[in-house]
């Protein structure tokens, strides 16, 4: 965390100097001003990158999750599902998950974070709305197939990303609110499903379940643009605002 320590040494300069980044506060006061410059510092990294990247992995589990919902429409009826379409659609989801998630986390260490969760987002929710224009099993399988290979930018490699800005006591508990976003999600899907289902069936020709996708989809496209200019990438290339 050489890279977070540069940040409290150029923070303090005006407090105490310290001839290297590298030696400790040797008096209790030191200590006390560096711990203390430090939760600062820690507190202002968690107001930029916390809130916005439960946000994302929210839209993340809306968009993963709405199918089932979906499915309460005319889903299965206007895509001539049979058998075991449905199923397939929910399981491929996973096949692309798993098979790209650790390659996920080997281009996120090499390209800029803020690009890759940012593209990757903008690419799911490309294939999330795709899933509202689709008129067979077979679409609505790649589509499906395509959303889980690009969650992998986001929901398994955050976690690695948080890695660069905490140390390790302190990732945990960052970590947990990331995931527990997805409790929220689940919390009021149901609600919009119920809300979008109900109101929206046939409006302007189109069916209340392609309706979902879109309604859900298009804000996480949104958020990806945003995220390019929102999330930093490095402490070390952080700015002004670190």
């Excluded at 895509?79 to 650790?102: E, K, P, Q, S």
């Excluded at 996920?104 to 593209?119: A, H, M, Y």
């Excluded at 795709?130 to 679409?139: E, I, K, L, R």
Aim: hydrophobic share 45%.
């Amino acid at each position: 965390m050489s890279s977070r320590k540069s940040s409290i040494i150029s923070t303090t300069e005006n407090v105490t100097n310290y001839e290297s980044i590298d030696r400790a506060p040797t008096s209790s006061t030191q200590m006390e001003k560096f711990k203390m410059i430090e939760k600062r510092l820690v507190r202002k990294i968690d107001f930029r990158l916390i809130p916005w990247l439960s946000v994302l992995y929210l839209l993340l589990s809306l968009d993963r999750n709405n199918i089932g919902n979906a499915r309460l429409g005319t889903l299965e009826k206007d895509l001539n599902l049979v058998g075991n379409d449905y199923y397939t659609a929910l399981t491929i989801f996973f096949a692309g998950y798993v098979l790209f998630h650790i390659p996920s986390n080997l281009v996120v260490k090499r390209l800029k974070p803020s690009r890759w969760i940012s593209g990757t987002m903008i690419l799911w929710g490309v294939c999330s709305l795709c899933q509202a224009f689709t008129h067979n099993a077979a679409g609505l399988i790649a589509c499906r197939f395509f959303l889980g290979v690009f969650e992998t930018g986001v929901g398994p490699s955050t976690p690695l990303f948080l890695s660069f800005w905490y140390q390790r006591e302190e990732l945990a508990t960052r970590v947990a609110i990331y995931f527990g976003s997805s409790t929220v999600a689940g919390a009021f899907a149901g609600a919009i499903a119920y809300g979008v289902l109900g109101t929206m069936e046939g409006a302007h020709g189109i069916a209340g379940w392609r309706w979902l996708f879109i309604v859900e989809a298009v804000p996480t496209i949104v958020l990806g643009f945003l995220s390019f200019i929102v999330l930093p990438d490095m402490p070390e290339t952080a700015g002004r605002w670190l």
